[in-house]
């Protein structure tokens, strides 16, 4: 019985590893600082993307919705693009400058995003390259453009 489990599971990873295409990835995303990253295919070659990460001492959610072609004649690479949006809250509102001012900062913004992914066929990793411009509109308000990053993502 453990052999057939072993067999069965093995038949099943290769056959989602062969197909360059993934049904969720979890990993980490390196920008200004690390983030936990989770994408979910939607169909249609579009994802959904979720990123959670910290700023100063707070936490900031994104979420993202991409489109996704593929990019030098196969499918293992693939270009994207995409809009989204990010809340953040942290208990210190002047983090930026260390000033001191009214405990709390809540803030509000919207995001773009543009990049490169390629998925391994031989194991299961996905990992990408990306520009992701950020607005902020409540609060700390401004353009963030040189916004880049790298991810790293354990794909299903």
């Given at each position: 019985m453990k052999k057939l489990v072993i067999l069965t599971s093995l038949m099943l990873a290769s056959t989602l590893i062969s197909n360059a295409q993934y049904k969720a990835a979890f990993g980490v995303r390196f920008s200004d600082g690390p983030a936990i990253s989770m994408k979910f295919a939607t169909g249609n070659n579009e994802a959904a993307e979720g990123l959670l990460s910290g700023f100063g001492n707070g936490l900031k959610a994104t979420l993202l919705y991409e489109w996704h072609n593929p990019a030098f004649g196969t499918n293992q690479w693939r270009w994207y693009y995409?809009?989204?949006?990010?809340?953040?809250a942290s208990p210190d509102r002047n983090w930026r400058n260390d000033r001191p001012g009214p405990d709390g900062e809540f803030h509000v913004?919207?995001?773009?995003?543009?990049?490169?992914?390629?998925t391994f066929r031989e194991i299961p990793l996905n990992l990408s390259i990306d520009w992701k411009p950020e607005f902020n509109f409540v609060n700390y308000t401004g353009v963030a453009?040189?916004?880049?990053?790298?991810t790293g993502r354990l794909a299903f």
């Open positions: 995409g809009a989204g949006a990010h809340l953040g913004g919207a995001d773009g995003i543009l990049g490169l992914e390629h453009l040189p916004v880049f990053g790298a």
